[in-house]
C-alpha cells in the first residue's frame, strides 16, 4: 500500500533551510570564538575552555528539559514550531552579544559575560530551537519515507553551511576591516542570516492536528515506557555496548574538538590562517561523500560491524599519514591524507543512530525494557560533555605551553603543543576508538539472543 504524502519538494527544502541557522552558529563558536577571547580580547584559554566546560553540562541537562516541554505545548501553530520560531530570536541575540564583550570591563566582568551569554545561548535558546526543530520531521509528516527526505537535506545544508562558514569567515573578517570590530560585524551578519533561514523554516511547514498523528500512534504515548533517572541509569549501566558506544562518542567530540582548534595551528604553525578553510573542503567533501555512500556500504558488508572496524582502521592510518606530512610541513599531503582519513571514519558517523537502536534492542532482549528515546536523551547528554571536555582540553594544553594570544610569534613549547593537539591527539584518538569498534559486535550479539528466545519460545 502507498504511504499518504503531505510535503511538496519546496516544504521538504524549506524544513532543510532551517540547519542553515542551526549551524551558523554551531560552526562559528566551535571554530572560531575561542581565538576570537583570547587574541581579540585577550582571555586565558585555559580559564575559556573551563567555562566552555561548565557551560555544556548545564546544556546537556536542559536538553532533557525542553523535550517534555515541547511535548506539553498546544499552540495553534503546533507543538514546536513555536519553540524553534522564538527559540532563534534568542540565538541571534546571544550570538551577537558573546563578540561584543566591552573593551573596557574587567579580566573578571569579561568572563563572567561570555560565560552568561554563551550559556544563554546554547543552554537556553539553541537548545529550545534546535530540539523543536529536530521534533518537526514527525509532527508536518507520517510518511516514513518523507521523513528520510527531510533528514537527508537536512544533513545536506547543514554540512554545506558549516563548510561554507570554516571557508569564508578568515577572509570576511578582514574585508570588514579585521581585529574585534571585525569579528563584530561578521557575528551580526551572521546572526542575521541565521534569523531570516529559521523563520522561512518555520514558515515551509505545518504541523499535522494531534489528532491525526495519534491516529497511527505518532504522538507522545507512542508505546514510550516512564522511568526514573535511577532507573535509566541502572538499565544503561548494564548494558555494556551502549556504555562503549558513549565512551566512543566522548572520544568522537575530543577529536573534533581538537580539529576545530586548527585555525591555531593554520596561523602558528602553518603561517597562513586562510589554510583552515581548505583543509576544511579536503575534511568535509570525503565526509559527506562518505555519508552518501554509508547505507549501500551497510548492505554490503552485511551490517555495521566491519564496516566500521574497516573504516576506522583507514582512519587512524590516515591521520598517522598526516602527522608524517605534518612535520614535513608537506601541505598536499597533509590534505591528501585528511581526506583519506575523514572518509574512513565517515560510515560510523552515518550509522550511529542506527546503531544506538541496535543497542536499545540489546536492552529490550535482556531486560524486557523499551527505551529508546532515553537512550538518545543519554547520548545527547554525553555528546555535549565531550564536547565541553574536548574545548577545555585545548584550552588548557594552550595554556599550559605558555600560549599568548597577543603575540605574532608563539614560543617553541607552544608551536610543539600545537602538532600535539592538532597531529597526535586526533591519529591516538582514533586508534582508541578502533579498539572499541571491535568489541561492539551487537548486531551478532541480537541475533544471538533472538535465536535463543526462539529456541525457548519452541521448547
Known amino acids: 500500500m502507498t504511504e499518504k504524502k503531505y510535503l511538496r519538494w519546496y516544504n521538504k527544502a524549506g524544513y532543510g533551510a532551517g540547519d542553515i541557522a542551526g549551524n551558523v552558529v554551531y560552526a562559528l563558536l566551535s571554530s572560531f570564538v575561542m581565538i576570537f577571547l583570547t587574541n581579540m580580547v585577550g582571555l586565558s584559554s585555559g580559564i575559556v575552555g573551563t567555562l566552555i566546560a561548565v557551560s555544556k553540562l548545564f546544556d546537556g541537562v536542559t536538553d532533557i528539559f525542553f523535550g517534555a516541554l515541547i511535548d506539553k505545548t498546544h499552540t495553534k501553530m503546533g507543538k514546536a514550531r513555536p519553540w524553534m520560531l522564538w527559540g532563534y530570536v534568542g540565538c541571534a541575540v546571544t550570538l551577537a552579544a558573546i563578540f561584543f564583550i566591552p573593551a573596557d570591563m574587567s579580566a573578571f566582568a569579561q568572563y563572567a559575560w561570555f560565560f552568561i551569554t554563551y550559556t544563554l545561548l546554547n543552554a537556553v535558546f539553541y537548545t529550545a530551537n534546535n530540539i523543536a526543530y529536530s521534533a518537526l520531521t514527525a509532527l508536518v509528516t507520517k510518511n516514513s519515507g518523507e521523513r528520510v527526505q527531510m533528514g537527508s ?26 581585529g574585534a570590530a571585525g569579528w563584530r560585524w561578521m557575528a551580526i551578519i551572521y546572526a542575521v542570516i541565521g534569523l ?44 555494556r555496548y551502549y556504555l562503549m558506544i558513549c565512551v566512543a562518542y566522548v572520544l568522537m567530540q575530543i577529536y573534533t574538538a581538537t580539529i576545530n582548534m586548527g585555525i591555531y595551528y593554520m596561523t602558528f604553525v602553518l603561517g597562513n590562517e ?86 536499545s534492542k540489546y536492552t529490550f532482549l535482556t531486560k524486557e525494557k523499551q527505551m529508546d528515546g532515553t537512550m538518545y536523551s543519554y547520548t545527547s547528554l554525553g555528546v555535549k ?18 600560549y599568548n594570544g597577543l603575540a605574532a610569534i608563539q614560543t ?37 539472543l533472538k535465536d535463543a528466545r526462539r529456541l525457548a519460545g519452541a521448547e
Not at 153 to 159: D, G, H, V
Not at 423 to 441: A, D, E, G, K, Y
Open 412 to 448: 617553541a613549547s607552544c608551536l610543539n603543543m600545537l602538532h600535539v593537539m592538532y597531529l597526535w591527539i586526533p591519529m591516538v584518538i582514533n586508534l582508541l576508538i578502533t579498539f572499541l569498534l571491535f568489541r561492539l559486535n551487537v548486531e551478532s550479539e541480537n541475533q544471538r
Open 385 to 402: 560533555i565531550g564536547g565541553g571536555l574536548g574545548t577545555a582540553m585545548c584550552g588548557w594544553l594552550l595554556e599550559w605551553s605558555g
Open 274 to 359: 586562510n589554510l583552515l578553510g581548505v583543509f576544511s573542503w579536503a575534511i568535509n567533501i570525503p565526509l559527506i561523500i562518505g555519508l552518501m555512500l554509508t547505507p549501500v556500504l551497510v548492505e554490503r558488508f552485511h551490517g555495521m560491524y566491519r564496516l566500521n572496524i574497516g573504516g576506522y582502521i583507514i582512519g587512524t592510518a590516515g591521520r598517522a599519514l598526516v602527522i608524517f606530512a605534518g612535520y614535513l610541513h608537506n601541505i598536499p599531503m597533509m590534505l591528501v591524507f585528511s581526506g583519506v582519513a575523514a572518509l574512513g571514519m565517515s560510515p560510523l558517523q552515518g550509522d550511529l543512530n542506527a546503531l544506538i537502536t541496535s543497542y
Open 153 to 178: 537535506i537536512r544533513f545536506m545544508f547543514a554540512f554545506g553551511t558549516s563548510l561554507l562558514i570554516q571557508s569564508v569567515t578568515v577572509q570576511a573578517v578582514a574585508a570588514l576591516g579585521g
Open 196 to 239: 531570516v533561514t529559521n523563520t522561512l523554516s518555520v514558515l515551509s511547514v505545518k504541523e499535522l492536528p494531534e489528532e491525526e498523528l495519534a491516529e497511527s500512534g505518532d504522538a507522545a504515548a507512542a508505546a514510550e515506557e516512564k522511568y526514573t533517572l535511577a532507573d535509566a541509569a541502572k538499565l544503561l549501566c548494564a548494558n
